[in-house]
């Protein structure tokens, strides 16, 4: 059974380092994560992720002076069948706040994913963040445990 056989219909929610994984090919993680945007790229599911992922990439490539590996993300997140970068609202700014004030060691990066992902109505979230809380309406998945 493939990593999202098991979790059903509906979008899903990936953390930033799914698309460092994929882009830079990571040893361990490419082939699941590979399968997975196959997978969207043929219409078979939806990806989500929150805006911050751009951020995130984007300042890794270019703090090396790579412009070209910062367009390889900036076309994964932007411009990818399958893939939805979401604009978060204030309602969802809210949720994160709810979610860090819950979950006290929560960091403001992962509280927003975590906040894209339930204002997007995805039951799952896959990570390799080992401090990833489940929220209510939100199950985690550590990829780690998946590869």
Do not use: K
Request: hydrophobic letters at 50%; glycine letters at 6%; aromatic letters at 8%.
């Amino acid at each position: 059974m493939g990593l999202t056989e098991a979790m059903g219909a509906g979008p899903i929610a990936v953390d930033t380092a799914l698309f460092i994984y994929l882009i830079e090919e990571h040893p361990r993680f490419l082939a699941p994560v590979r399968a997975l945007f196959a997978q969207a790229d043929a219409g078979e599911l939806a990806i989500v992720t929150s805006a911050l992922t751009l951020l995130e990439v984007l300042v890794v490539a270019w703090r090396a002076g790579d412009h070209a590996l910062a367009a390889r993300y900036d076309a994964l997140l932007t411009r990818s069948r399958g893939v939805r970068m979401v604009d978060l609202t204030r309602d969802q700014w809210r949720t994160a706040a709810r979610l860090r004030a819950q979950y006290g060691t929560l960091r403001t990066p992962e509280a927003l994913q975590l906040a894209a992902a339930i204002g997007t109505r995805c039951t799952w979230f896959i990570t390799n963040d080992r401090r990833m809380p489940t929220p209510d309406g939100v199950r985690v998945l550590q990829l780690s445990e998946w590869a």
